[in-house]
């Protein structure tokens, strides 16, 4: 079963609220990704957990935090977000973190601040 | 540093026709992988293929083909008698060593749209 959900799929939120994105897989992955997607734009990636920790975070504002509780579960928390910040969120995981493993996307989470 | 270049920004076939999108990269690494990706408009990137550098077979999944050519630094993908439902962005993919991560550098994708 090669699947990772996310919700949720639809979120419009203030530039003052704090709203979080919920992502969750079975597959077994130890590796878990979260990608910013802009319009006719390739994805762009925001962090990288590997065994539960943190490993990349590619200087994204603090604005958004991310968070693992546990192997199949990955959280990206959202607080006082830009209008620029409107996008597809997208997750994925990989077996592990390695450069020869496909990663498996989520349907993303399609985020408008107001 | 990276570069995978998608030279095609959209494609328009009718259905039946062949279509073959393009994907050049760039690396310096000796070992390295190569990734194609379908995205629909639903939004979730679906993994196609991966291929190693090591490996320079061609590849055939039913009406999908992939041309790897290390001496041009391609890997380009063919549809054979292409169907509406192929209709998506398309992106090429390599993998790169961040110590001991990894990520993902993404061509800027070609929108093939399959009318009848």
């Known amino acids: 079963d090669t699947e990772v959900t996310q919700t949720p799929k639809h979120l419009v939120m203030g530039m003052t609220n704090k709203k979080s994105l919920k992502c969750e897989q079975h597959?077994?992955?130890?590796?878990m990704y979260w990608y910013k997607q802009k319009a006719k734009k390739p994805p762009e990636l925001m962090f990288v957990?590997?065994?539960?920790?943190?490993?990349i975070n590619e200087s994204v504002p603090s604005r958004f935090s991310p968070e693992c509780p546990n192997s199949s579960l990955l959280n990206l928390h959202l607080h006082a977000l830009q209008p620029e910040d409107s996008a597809l969120y997208l997750c994925?995981?990989?077996?592990?973190?390695?450069?020869?493993?496909?990663?498996?996307f989520g349907p993303g989470t399609r985020l408008t601040v107001t | 540093a990276q570069k995978v270049t998608q030279a095609q920004t959209e494609i328009s076939v009718v259905e039946k026709e062949d279509v073959t999108l393009d994907c050049v990269y760039e690396t310096r690494d000796t070992t390295y992988y190569l990734f194609w990706y379908k995205q629909p408009p639903s939004g979730e990137l679906v993994f196609l293929i991966r291929?190693?550098?090591?490996?320079?077979q061609n590849e055939i999944s039913g009406r999908y083909s992939w041309n790897f050519q290390k001496s041009t630094s391609s890997f380009n993908f063919t549809i054979t008698a292409s169907q509406v439902v192929d209709s998506a962005v398309y992106f090429c993919?390599?993998?790169?060593?961040?110590?001991?991560?990894?990520?993902?550098?993404f061509g800027t994708g070609t929108r093939l749209q399959v009318t009848l």
């Open positions: 994925a995981s990989s077996p592990v973190l390695a450069r020869s493993y496909e990663q498996y």
């Open positions: 597959m077994g992955h130890r590796a």
């Open positions: 291929r190693n550098s090591f490996d320079e």
């Open positions: 993919a390599l993998s790169e060593a961040r110590g001991t991560a990894s990520k993902l550098t």
């Open positions: 957990y590997s065994y539960e920790k943190l490993s």
